[in-house]
């Protein structure tokens, strides 16, 4: 496989319903005026979004001679620093999200240009707030 620098290769949504997390529609959660393209407006220094590890757990059997554990719940972080704008609808990120427990999803696609649009077909990442 081919690799490829990831300039402009990133296009981040929030989307602030979607039905079905593991199969949104393109044709109408995707696009629309409620989704709100957050790629160009979000610094690349301190952005993280994904899996960060999981948990242990640690329930040996009785009969164990030693400590045990297993894989438990895996954690996750987003984490990102918004650009400022002077005018208010330029500054749709800063005003969006403006507090703790704001409902809806973020959704990432890696691997192609952020300006075309998202395609049936495409391999999303979509993560619930």
Avoid: H
């Avoid at 948990?55 to 894989?71: F, H, M, Q, T």
């Amino acid at each position: 496989m081919p690799k490829m620098l990831s300039d402009a290769r990133r296009k981040l949504v929030w989307v602030p319903v979607i039905a079905n997390p593991s199969a949104p529609s393109v044709a109408t959660e995707l696009t629309g005026a409620s989704v709100l393209d957050i790629s160009c407006l979000v610094t690349s220094a301190n952005f993280a979004l994904g899996a960060t590890g999981e948990d242990a757990i640690n329930d040996p059997a009785l009969c164990a001679e030693g400590n045990d554990s297993a894989p438990g719940r895996v954690n996750y972080q987003a984490a990102m620093d918004f650009f400022r704008w002077t005018t208010t609808a330029e500054d749709k990120a800063w005003t969006t999200f403006t507090d703790k427990g704001i409902g809806g999803y973020l959704v990432q696609r890696i691997g192609e240009d952020y300006r075309n649009p998202f395609a049936v077909g495409d391999e999303l990442q979509v993560y619930q707030a």
